[in-house]
């Protein structure tokens, strides 16, 4: 009976057998990978616990990358000890244009100016300023620099000058800094954007930043061809500035001169000062590009500070003045890069190109200016080129000083043959005119193989005067006399002799003529001597000027 019940009991005996078998098997494969109690026990008792473990291998993994990292950074601070990553060891400088902005060709000199190829994709805009800060904030509007208003058209590249300053005006010194432009866009002025990030080097020398050219003003200059004939390339265009009208902005005095004349893209025109006379400047500037007929050009007055002085001899830079103007004579002449043929008579003795013709009594000194002298006995001196000037248009002497003298200049073809004892000695076919100043008589020298002369009684006038005579064409020849520098009181002869034909390369001669009195001591003497192009029709392109800006 009771082996009956324990059957009924227990009908599945035999499974739960089974089952005991399996639970075994699976406590050997958990003894196998748990610890032991003692095991848990020995561990607790070193303070050991699975968390600890986990801490563990995260130091571990610090500790090696760790090292890594300072042997990293030790590394890097070799390398720029070393000067691997300084701009001013390796690099001549880079210039990373933002977004929509064209930056290339930087070129850094020592006084903070940083030249670079600029331009802009989305145009077209106007820039009417620079700025250039060691930071990418935005400058203020005193830290722009303004300049000539310059039209930027889509993906053209322009020469732009930003100024950065320098700690250090050496070769080498480093600027790392911002590039930003002030334009006008689709009508609203103002803009201020950054379009550029700089690292750049001073590869190029420059003058100190404080005498950094920063245009402060500039005014807009219209040069009308009223004629129906074009002017010719790099003409030399008469420009007179009444200094009442910018009292407060320019400044000159044969020492310093703040103002140049530029194109519209900043370009410096090579201009040189005449004269300062009764409140107007007299200047000259060389036109590169032709004027066409019944046409315009537009080019600029930038104005500087009133302490810095854009005075220079360069003809690239800034501006000239006639030599007795300077200083140190001739200090400031850029004469020859502004006419055609110039001559300012530095130094002492004929140069090189220049020749005595004739002397008969008369005497002349090469000083720092030319000076003839009339010894009151009816003599006469005259010296020439041995070199043809080309191309012909207008010789003109400027005479600083004297008095009962008869300065004589000439243009010829040929330098092989002199003509003539009375009054001077000149070149053989030419045309040149002699200028009694005591007298008031303008007379046509004309030499073929003899000599003879076509007097016209005009006003005497004492010096300062400036002589011309221009040979344009066969039976086209001019003279003209002006006095005091003053180009509204000129005074004109002219002459339609064909006797000579005009050869496109001439001859200089100057000199004293007699005086064609014994008691007419005196004599006079020149600074400079010119040729300039003759302009259309013998007119002057007209000159307006626009507002200061």
């Keep these: 009976m009771l082996k009956k019940i324990k059957n009924r009991c227990f009908p599945n005996q035999i499974n739960v057998q089974k089952t005991r078998t399996s639970h075994k098997s699976s406590l050997v494969f958990l003894k196998k990978v748990l610890p032991s109690k003692k095991a848990i026990y020995d561990k607790k008792l ?13 130091m571990e993994y610090l500790m090696t990358y760790g090292w890594t990292i300072l042997l990293i950074a030790i590394a890097l601070v070799a390398l720029f000890s070393l000067g691997i990553f300084n701009i001013g060891t390796h690099a001549s400088g880079s210039c990373v244009a933002n977004s929509g902005y064209l930056c290339s060709d930087p070129i850094f000199a020592t006084n903070g100016t940083l030249t670079v190829l600029a331009g802009e994709s989305f145009g077209p805009i106007t820039v009417t300023g620079t700025a250039c800060i060691n930071s990418t904030t ?5 830290q722009f620099n303004a300049i000539i208003p310059l039209s930027l ?12 300053g320098l700690q250090s005006n050496t070769l080498g010194s480093a600027f790392v800094g911002t590039l930003w432009l002030q334009y006008t866009y689709s ?24 005498g950094t050219p920063q245009t402060e003003y500039y005014v807009p200059i219209t040069i009308q061809n009223t004629q129906n004939t074009a002017t010719s390339g790099n003409f030399q265009e008469m420009i007179t500035i009444t200094e009442s009208n910018y009292a407060s902005y320019i400044s000159f005095n044969g020492n310093v ?19 300062n006379n009764s409140g107007t400047l007299t200047t000259w500037a060389r036109i590169a590009p032709s004027i066409p007929a019944q046409s315009q050009i537009k080019i600029y007055m930038a104005v500087v500070a009133n302490t810095m002085n854009l005075l220079s001899s360069s003809g690239t830079t800034g501006i000239g003045e006639a030599p007795q103007l300077s200083p140190t004579y001739a200090e400031y002449d850029n004469g020859a890069n502004v006419f055609n043929y110039y001559e300012n008579f530095a130094g002492s003795g004929l140069p090189s190109g220049w020749q005595e013709l004739t002397s008969s009594g008369d005497t002349y000194t090469w000083d720092n200016g030319v000076t003839f002298i009339n010894n009151g006995n009816g003599n ?4 020439g080129t041995t070199s043809a000037v080309s191309p012909s248009g207008i010789l003109e002497v400027g005479i600083t000083s004297g008095s009962n003298a008869r300065p004589t200049i000439e243009l010829a073809t040929s330098d092989t ?23 008031g008589d303008m007379q046509f020298e004309i030499l073929t193989t003899s000599y003879n002369n076509a007097p016209n009684s005009k006003t005497a006038y004492d010096s300062p005067i400036i002589e011309g005579v221009a040979w344009t064409a066969t039976g086209s020849q001019l003279l003209e006399i002006v006095p005091n520098y003053n180009y509204n009181n000129m005074e004109t002869v002219s002459e339609t002799n064909t006797a000579i034909s005009l050869s496109t390369s001439l001859y200089i001669m100057l000199g004293q003529a007699s005086s064609g009195a014994t008691s007419n001591t005196g004599g006079f003497t020149a600074n400079w001597l010119r040729t300039r192009s003759y302009p259309p029709n013998g007119v002057m392109p007209s000159v ?4 200061l800006s």
Excluded at 153 to 164: A, D, K, Q
Excluded at 544 to 547: I, R
């Design 46 to 58: 070193l303070g050991v616990s699975s968390n600890s473990f986990r801490a563990q291998s995260a």
């Design 138 to 142: 935005a400058p203020s509007s005193a």
């Design 153 to 164: 058209n889509t993906g053209v590249s322009v020469p732009l000058n930003f100024y950065c």
């Design 187 to 210: 009508g609203v002025s103002g803009q201020e954007v950054n379009i550029a990030k700089t690292a750049i080097k001073a590869t190029v020398s420059g003058t100190s930043s404080t």
């Design 257 to 275: 001169a703040n103002f140049e004349y530029v194109y519209q893209n900043g370009t410096i025109i090579p201009s040189w000062i005449e004269s």
């Design 380 to 383: 006469y001196v005259s010296i």
């Design 417 to 439: 043959q002199i003509e003539g004892n009375q009054p001077i000695y000149m070149y053989e076919n030419g045309y040149g005119q002699s200028y009694g100043m005591y007298s």
């Design 544 to 547: 307006s000027f626009g507002a």
